[in-house]
């Protein structure tokens, strides 16, 4: 299959809207990261998501919308919900909701998103549509046009193009569904901030049954990731210096402020910035064939989505900081 490459301009709207209608596939920007949408009411073409990304089929997925009305078509929605939509949307917070039925599951999870080529996409399709991240289950997520298309091409009909995405890693997923809320997935919209907002604590459900996506590997490339924990950060530092200066041709990927000397790869100048570049960083890495990754989360408490995604590209594995040699 050729995977066609639309410019965001009306045409190409226009076009990649057309296919969505016809039962097609195509990747389209988003603030969090890229995704590859399917007409949600088609059930051939939401089965082709899943072949095309090789995601397990119990692993349910998000469904885009254009206004935060639509909420009242699809699912069903509380106070809750209603507050959280009209304060959050269009932004990254996904809303986990008894639905009506739509994929033949008691639940759905909603987002609006806040990127304009995809509300564009969406009014012009007219309908609402599912999109998972547009990358091969398990792999680093998209956040460029480019790295879409490398991950996706001959797999679906098109990539709608459009800006790197602003905030770099997935949404959040809040669990709306039950009488007491729980977190699924960390993302650009904080605990602190749903609870704020609710007035009520807001509780972890975390590799739960509640949320299925959370079991499988996940934002993972194909080469070896060193996690480093959180305990002491001198030795730790030391530590990542030496794994480093083992392997010509090693990575960092972490604040600058904590990145050995001379180091090599992502040094971000903030929170914000390492979370919107890690997935490029992890594929650029992979590209290169760098022998050891080395990934250093920051300790912020702005920074629980990051960590959670480089805890999980690493395979959950954490290295401890290691004694000075003798
Ligand atoms: P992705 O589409 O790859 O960003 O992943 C979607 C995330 O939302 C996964 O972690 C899913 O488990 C979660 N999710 C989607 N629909 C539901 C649902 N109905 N109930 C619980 N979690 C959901
Ligand atoms: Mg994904």
Same mark, same amino acid.
């Given at each position: 299959?050729?995977?066609?490459? /639309?410019? !965001? ?39 082709? #998501? ?9 692993? %349910?997925? #998000? ?29 990254? /917070?996904?809303? @986990? ?12 999870? *909603? ?7 995809? =509300?564009?996409?969406?009014?012009? @399709? ?18 460029? &046009?480019?790295?879409?298309? +490398?991950?996706?091409?001959?797999? #679906? ?5 459009? %800006? ?9 997923? *809040? ?7 729980? =977190?699924?997935? !960390? ?5 602190? +901030?749903? &609870?704020?907002? =609710? ?12 949320? %299925? ?9 194909? @080469?070896?990731?060193? $996690? ?24 960092? #990927? ?11 790869? /992502? ?10 570049? $890690?997935?490029?960083? =992890? ?11 080395? @990934? /250093?989360?920051? +300790? ?21 900081? +290691?004694?000075?040699?003798?």
């Amino acid at each position: 299959m050729m995977t066609q490459r /639309l410019k !965001p301009d009306d045409a190409g709207v226009s076009c990649a809207a057309a296919l969505l209608r016809a039962g097609a596939l195509v990747a389209f920007p988003t603030e969090t990261v890229y995704g590859l949408g399917a007409n949600a009411a088609d059930p051939g073409a939401v089965a082709r #998501i899943y072949a095309a990304k090789g995601r397990p089929a119990d692993n %349910p997925l #998000i469904v885009h919308v254009a206004s935060p009305g639509a909420i009242d078509e699809w699912a069903v929605p509380d106070v809750r919900a209603r507050e959280l939509a009209r304060r959050f949307w269009p932004g990254p /917070l996904t809303l @986990v909701l008894p639905g009506r039925g739509l994929f033949g599951a008691p639940t759905l999870a *909603l987002r609006m998103p806040a990127q304009p080529v995809a =509300l564009a996409l969406l009014a012009a @399709v007219g309908r609402p549509i599912a999109a998972p991240s547009a990358n091969r289950s398990g792999r680093p997520s998209p956040t460029s &046009a480019q790295a879409a298309y +490398q991950e996706m091409q001959g797999r #679906i009909e098109a990539v709608l193009e459009g %800006p790197t995405a602003r905030v770099g890693i997935e949404s959040t997923v *809040l669990d709306l569904s039950l009488a007491e809320a729980a =977190l699924l997935r !960390p993302g650009g919209i904080s605990a602190a +901030q749903i &609870a704020d907002a =609710l007035g009520e604590h807001i509780g972890e459900a975390k590799g739960s049954a509640r949320s %299925p996506g959370t079991r499988y590997r996940h934002y993972a490339p194909e @080469v070896e990731i060193t $996690l480093f924990a959180d305990d002491e950060r001198q030795r730790l530092i030391e530590s990542v210096a030496r794994a480093l200066s083992a392997c010509r041709g090693s990575w960092y #990927i972490g604040l600058a402020e904590t990145a050995p000397k001379g180091a090599k790869g /992502l040094l971000a100048n903030d929170v914000r910035q390492l979370q919107q570049e $890690l997935y490029a960083a =992890l594929l650029e890495a992979e590209r290169q064939g760098a022998p050891v990754v080395a @990934v /250093l989360p920051p +300790q912020s408490s702005s920074a629980a989505g990051v960590r959670d995604r480089m805890l999980r590209a690493a395979g959950g594995k954490v290295q401890a900081a +290691q004694g000075r040699e003798e």
